[in-house]
């Protein structure tokens, strides 16, 4: 505003400007990558490309969900659980063993449909909870997730369904089958965030959803439907995990969590809420798989591998902060 | 001005109040208020904090209900339950605060919640930017309506709240205080934008604490004092001391009443020196700022916006750094 306090502000702002381009992640992944491959037996080769490829899918189609919440300023650690729930529903329908559709050629679809009604439902409850009860969304999944996962192991008498039909089974390990799949979810999600009224509710409800209330966002509404958005992705990734695991399991999926929230973090979503992309969450998505694929290949232990991923993840949350103090100073 | 407001004549008015009354646990807030605001008129509201000129707006921009009274809208009951009742009845509100969303472009905040649709939830980009970029034209902002308002300044972005008032064809806009971070440039925009309002026909009810703007600016000048009307009238009745003293209820001459500070004479000065700040400089903020503080005194700190006044309070209490200098203080 005057002279004193702008020189203050504008190497700050550019400052943010380098953190906050888009293919920042994108740039460090082909530097990741020429920087490891050399030294990385294996981690150029066409095997291990359709490796990454095929364990990115789940992951990218989870953090499309996670993306849509964050943007709404929430979050959803319950996704893991409903990745076992859905699948545990799944096997139920269509096992060829004892499953309530055995062996009938309806079996498939039905049991696809179910899974990603019973997703649909597990958001629903968190929608609600969020919403109209006003609980913290951290407490509300924190809980949803420990209920849902229990609930899926109670199911089960903690025992994994086998017998999965063979058309199920294809979307597991036909590339042209769960390729097309993720892209339809990511082209349909970037859409609907940067193009439709709910997506750009979603940015307006992250950022102040008192201001959007006053401007007449139907509030509720709106956030209510991210997180059915996030537990229906979580089916849709149960698919794809399920047929390639080749059996329904209660614990299915239960290590991913810190992958998906680190993933669309890396990617520049904002825990703070009102910023994100379909994108840049298929950046940080890369980035992580890179991460993961190029360590397990030159054979670190689990835990070594594990206090890099969570160094990466910290380091991006921390320059997430950075960024929303600068933001906030600029204006 | 449009087909919707044909030449009205001047013994009906646009917006009429009556009797409003409001008590919020039990205080009585309003206690019977009467306005009335023809078509191409400014009223100006002016009252002193708490005099409840922000509670009668409120009132009429459907954020509160009144326990008592009506408004009549051309002589039609007009009861908003909501802020979107006020708004598709033709009353558009420019909070104090701005109610925009900095990570949405500057067209997306007009639109938020009337967003031009290519079919289905689907928003039609093309003509939401065509539409934008007419009504930035009409306040004289020259800006890509892409843009984000976070890269706007604090005048802009004033003048893209107007722009959104504008947006919903109002019969009747309400600033409040819209002057209070804008530099006098930026104030004479906004000014001169008000003027061509209102040759097209709208009316305006504007509030503010700078009196000189509310005479240059106003056709008519109602004052609140303690939830009631204390005079009412054009704006050849008023001076800037007649409107203070209806504000305080007082005589111009009683206003700063003469006080003696206590202990003055009893106590050596610098001896009761509780706080001394000697040289504070930080670069672009302050610089060397010096000054004591002593026992029963207020002292006051005075200066433009973005002198540094909030800056070296923040300074004070610690929340900022400074690079030299000394803050002391008494035990």
Redesign the interface.
């Known amino acids: 505003?005057?002279a004193?306090?702008?020189?203050?502000a504008r190497p700050a702002n550019k400052f943010a400007a380098v953190f906050a381009s888009e293919y920042l992640v994108l740039g460090l992944c082909v530097f990741y990558f020429l920087a490891f491959a050399p030294f990385t037996e294996g981690f150029a080769s066409r095997g291990n490309f359709s490796n990454i490829l095929i364990t990115l899918l789940p992951l990218f189609i989870l953090a499309i969900g996670q993306t849509v919440v964050l943007i709404t300023a929430g979050i959803d650690l319950s996704m893991t659980s409903t990745i076992a729930l859905t699948s545990v529903v799944g096997g139920m329908v269509m096992s060829g063993e004892n499953g309530w559709l055995s062996n009938n050629p309806t079996a498939m679809p039905v049991a696809i449909i179910a899974m990603l009604v019973v997703g649909a439902l597990v958001g629903l409850l968190n929608g609600f909870a969020v919403t109209v009860l006003r609980m913290p969304a951290f407490i509300v999944t924190l809980t949803t997730m420990m209920f849902v996962g229990g609930f899926a192991v109670w199911l089960t008498k903690s025992k994994n369904i086998g017998g999965l039909p063979e058309s199920f089974l294809a979307i597991g390990n036909q590339l042209w089958l769960a390729l097309p799949l993720t892209l339809t979810v990511a082209i349909v999600a970037h859409?609907m965030l940067s193009?439709?009224?709910?997506g750009?509710?979603l940015?307006?409800v992250?950022?102040?959803s008192r201001?959007?209330y006053?401007?007449?966002?139907p509030v509720t509404g709106v956030t209510c439907s991210a997180y059915v958005v996030s537990g229906v992705c979580a089916a849709l990734a149960s698919v794809l995990l399920t047929a390639d695991a080749q059996t329904a399991s209660p614990v299915l999926g239960r290590n991913m969590l810190l992958d998906v929230i680190g993933a669309t973090v890396i990617g520049g979503t904002s825990l703070f809420g009102?910023?994100g992309k379909v994108l840049w969450t298929f950046f940080g998505v890369l980035f992580l798989k890179l991460i993961d694929n190029s360590l397990n290949l030159r054979n670190l232990a689990d835990w070594d591998i594990r206090i890099v991923k969570g160094g990466v993840i910290l380091v991006a949350a921390m320059l997430d902060a950075l960024r929303n103090r600068l933001?906030v100073r600029?204006? | 001005m449009d087909s919707r407001n044909p030449q009205q004549p001047k013994d009906t008015p646009l917006l009429e109040l009556r009797g409003i009354e409001k008590s919020f646990f039990g205080v009585r807030v309003l206690k019977g208020v009467d306005v009335r605001v023809d078509a191409a008129q400014i009223v100006g509201l002016v009252g002193e904090n708490g005099a409840g000129k922000s509670t009668l707006m409120n009132i009429l921009g459907g954020n509160l209900q009144p326990d008592r009274g009506v408004m009549l809208l051309n002589e039609e009951p007009f009861e908003p339950r909501h802020p979107t009742d006020a708004k598709r009845l033709g009353i558009a509100f420019v909070h104090q605060e701005l109610n925009l969303f900095p990570n949405l472009s500057i067209a997306e905040n007009i639109f938020l919640t009337s967003f031009p649709r290519a079919g289905g939830p689907f928003i039609a980009r093309r003509q939401l930017h065509v539409k934008a970029a007419e009504l930035l034209r009409e306040v004289g902002l020259e800006i890509s309506p892409i843009a984000l308002v976070e890269d706007l300044s604090a005048g802009e972005r004033q003048l893209v709240e107007i722009a959104r008032a504008l947006s919903v064809s109002p019969r009747l806009i309400i600033l409040d205080e819209p002057t209070t971070s804008l530099s006098t440039r930026e104030t004479a925009t906004l000014f001169a934008l008000m003027n061509r309002l209102r040759e097209r026909g709208l009316a305006m009810i504007y509030i503010s604490h700078i009196l000189g703007d509310v005479l240059r600016l106003c056709d008519e000048i109602v004052v609140l004092r303690d939830g009631e009307v204390v005079g009412n009238g054009l704006r050849a009745e008023f001076t800037a001391e007649r409107m203070i003293s209806l504000m305080v209820g007082r005589e111009l001459d009683q206003l700063y009443p003469h006080r003696t500070r206590p202990d003055q004479t009893t106590e050596n000065s610098k001896a009761a020196a509780l706080l001394e700040v000697r040289g504070i400089t930080q670069p672009h903020i302050v610089r060397d700022v010096s000054f004591t503080l002593n026992r029963g005194e207020v002292l006051g700190i005075s200066g433009l916006m973005g002198a540094g006044r909030s800056e070296l309070a923040r300074i004070l209490f610690g929340l900022d750094p400074y690079e030299s200098g000394e803050i002391l203080r008494s035990a």
């Open positions: 505003m005057t004193t306090s702008d020189p203050g859409v193009r439709s009224l709910f750009r509710w940015y307006a992250g950022h102040n201001t959007a006053v401007s007449g966002v009102g910023k933001a600029g204006s």
